[in-house]
T-cell receptor, first 116, second 109 residues
Framework: GAVVSQHPSRVICKSGTSVKIECRSL??????MFWYRQFPKKSLMLMATSNEGSKATYEQGVEKDKFLINHASLTLSTLTVTSAHPEDSSFYIC????????????FGPGTRLTVT | SQQGEEDPQALSIQEGENATMNCSYK?????LQWYRQNSGRGLVHLIL?????REKHSGRLRVTLDTSKKSSSLLITASRAADTASYFC?????????FGKGTKLTVNP
């Protein structure tokens, strides 16, 4: 199956700093990438959908100025958590989708963010 | 908004037994997918069933879909300790995948 990578896998940062998480589709071109957030023992919550070359579409309640998403190429999307606070600590997962009838999304391994 | 709701929330069985997890949803869908997540890891896609399909098999997995009841089930036969993980159903309407809360499956050796 298609491979999606995320970097870094874990990051610890201090409150007030910004953190960038990269999501790459390694062996296919992803016109659409999705960013999810997962709290411990909870389900995945969709944060935003990004299409290459256009602005991301954020879900209700997600601050677009807080979570900056850039999808500059068909293989790379980045999520920047700006001015991070301890409540931003979470597991962030990206996924990438290809066009076509299968509608499958391929998920990255996730990034564990801890804000101290 | 939360779409899929899995039950049970947690399931503990012995190796060799079958595990059945259920998922209910509220709105119309194009397809329903099941994913597996090992603790602290990313998601692995298990199986996709389209809205016009009623049953699908993949190895030890069997998925059913009843669109009239807006429900799906995932059956894992002859479970193994390595099947221990959380299992999520996810429904797709137009473009977005909406995940349920998941079932935490523990298979005891």
């Amino acid at each position: 199956g298609a491979v999606v990578s995320q970097h870094p896998s874990r990051v610890i940062c201090k409150s007030g700093t910004s953190v960038k998480i990269e999501c790459r589709s390694l062996d296919f071109q992803a016109t659409t990438m999705f960013w999810y957030r997962q709290f411990p023992k909870k389900s995945l919550m969709l944060m935003a959908t990004s299409n290459e070359g256009s602005k991301a579409t954020y879900e209700q309640g997600v601050e677009k100025d807080k979570f900056l998403i850039n999808h500059a190429s068909l293989t790379l999307s980045t999520l920047t958590v700006t001015s991070a606070h301890p409540e931003d600590s979470s597991f962030y997962i990206c996924s990438a989708g290809m066009t076509g009838p299968t509608y499958e999304q391929y998920f990255g391994p996730g990034t564990r963010l801890t804000v101290t | 908004s939360q779409q899929g709701e899995e039950d049970p929330q947690a399931l503990s069985i012995q190796e060799g037994e079958n595990a059945t997890m259920n998922c209910s949803y509220k709105t119309s869908i194009n397809n329903l997918q099941w994913y597996r997540q090992n603790s602290g890891r990313g998601l692995v896609h298990l199986i996709l069933i389209r809205s016009n399909e009623r049953e699908k098999h993949s190895g030890r997995l069997r998925v059913t879909l009843d669109t009239s009841k807006k429900s799906s089930s995932l059956l894992i036969t002859a479970s193994r300790a390595a099947d221990t993980a959380s299992y999520f159903c996810a429904t797709r309407g137009s473009e977005k995948l909406v995940f349920g809360k998941g079932t935490k499956l523990t298979v005891n050796p």
